[in-house]
């Protein structure tokens, strides 16, 4: 079995940064993409940015400029350091990851999600 397990959420002043963890573990052969998603109160879930294997990555418009995603293949962990924090930021993070088997499978896996709120 997999297990992601998200850090570093809690409550920040707008304008400010936080970085966000996102660790794997477990049965891992191999870890391909790796992406962050936030859901706010009322509203669907959406994308915030992924990453992966080789490190291409991409983001939501909103967040472009302002967060950047980031891997570190050895410790199978992923990164999201957000800068200029707003309060429409202001959600549960969730990370995911796409975790290949020895036998060539993926199966995507999600953490159980990180609060951030960010107070004006």
């Known amino acids: 079995q997999v297990r992601l397990v998200e850090s570093g959420g809690g409550l920040v002043q707008a304008g400010e940064s936080r970085r966000l963890s996102c660790a794997a573990s477990g049965s891992i052969f191999s870890i391909g993409t790796m992406g962050w998603y936030r859901q706010a109160p009322g509203k669907e879930r959406e994308l915030v940015a992924t990453i992966t294997s080789s490190g291409r990555t991409n983001y939501a418009d909103s967040v472009k400029g302002r967060f950047t995603i980031s891997r570190d293949n050895a410790k199978s962990t992923s990164y999201l350091q957000m800068n200029s924090l707003k309060p429409e930021d202001t959600a549960v993070y969730s990370c995911?990851?796409?975790?290949?088997?020895?036998?060539?499978?993926?199966?995507?896996?999600w953490g159980q999600g990180t609060q951030v709120t960010v107070s004006s």
């Open positions: 995911n990851a796409d975790v290949g088997t020895r036998y060539g499978n993926s199966y995507r896996y």
